[in-house]
Nanobody, 119 residues
């Protein structure tokens, strides 16, 4: 069964922290590079951070130094530690394979977890 379940979002003040978690089915997780994406209101979904099966990471410029991605290969989970949050980090956050898992003609996504950062 294909599954992505994100959790950990919420409302936080600017400067605060949140830790997002994602549980992925093996068919998506396996030995693939995993990523966290986000979609802000009125904007396209963007890639925020990636991590390879070996633990190498990459970050978008505007989150580098503030966000940390990690994975547990034994549990098929990916986490995103977000510190020094800014109002512009407000978005729905999704995890997925990088590139996104394809099911038929469409990319498959979980329900996401909403992060709201107040100023």
């Amino acid at each position: 069964q294909v599954q992505l379940v994100e959790s950990g979002g919420g409302l936080v003040q600017a400067g605060g922290s949140l830790r997002l978690s994602c549980a992925a089915s093996g068919s998506i997780f396996n030995s693939n590079t995993m990523g966290w994406y986000r979609q802000a209101p009125g904007k396209q979904r963007e890639l925020v951070a990636t991590i390879t099966s070996g633990g190498s990471t990459n970050y978008a410029v505007d989150v580098k130094g503030r966000f940390t991605i990690s994975r547990d290969n034994a549990r098929n989970t990916v986490k995103l530690q977000m510190n020094s949050l800014k109002p512009e980090d407000t978005a729905v956050y999704y995890c997925n394979r990088m590139p996104p898992y394809r099911r038929g003609e469409y990319d498959y996504w979980g329900q996401g977890t909403r992060v709201t950062v107040s100023s």
